[in-house]
């Protein structure tokens, strides 16, 4: 899907950024063409300025946006989900990220979560990059504990597993 949707503007590479943003932070476009995150508007000059490109190009992304039908229904209804991530720092959690060969591949979630479970470790967030919308997709889980070298082993040696990251 991802790709389909950037070929939709395979002849402007900002107009491209800007959609890989949206789909990124999970930002969705309202009726009036403007960038919002649930309820909250986010100004157009605040997107160009991430991105580097013109106001005027994401003005002309959402009104693209809005004017196809099926991108009209995805982007106004996407969502963002709060993560765990960025705060495992400052809440001493261990965020373990697998970066998998094919993500199509079934059962890749349950592996790597009977793994944990079978050591008694909660999981406090999971969550996964959707292979559609991601480069490299990977399946990231966040845990109150420090991982033990085993699991780490176990899980690098799964057969799906392409590399993994510990933080």
Do not use: W
Not at 87 to 100: I, K, R, S
Not at 135 to 163: C, H, W, Y
């Amino acid at each position: 899907m991802f790709d389909e949707i950037m070929q939709k503007f395979e002849n402007s590479p900002s107009q491209q950024a800007v959609v890989r943003l949206l789909l990124e932070r999970g930002f969705s476009v309202n009726d009036d063409g403007r960038v919002v995150s649930g309820g909250i508007e986010i100004p157009n000059t605040g997107i160009a300025r991430e991105i580097d490109v013109d106001r005027r190009v994401v003005d002309a992304t959402t009104d693209e946006l809005l004017e196809d039908e099926e991108l009209r229904r995805i982007f106004q209804n996407i969502s963002a989900v709060a993560s765990l991530k960025d705060l495992a720092p400052v809440l001493d959690l261990t965020v373990l990220t697998v970066y998998v060969d094919d993500a199509s591949e079934s059962g890749i979630i349950i592996d790597v979560t009977d793994q944990i479970a079978a050591r008694d470790i909660t999981i406090r967030q999971l969550f996964t990059t959707d292979p559609e919308f991601a480069d490299t997709p990977s399946l990231t889980i966040i845990t109150d504990v420090e991982l033990p070298g085993d699991l780490i082993n176990d899980v690098r040696a799964l057969p799906f597993v392409r590399r993994i990251e510990i933080e």
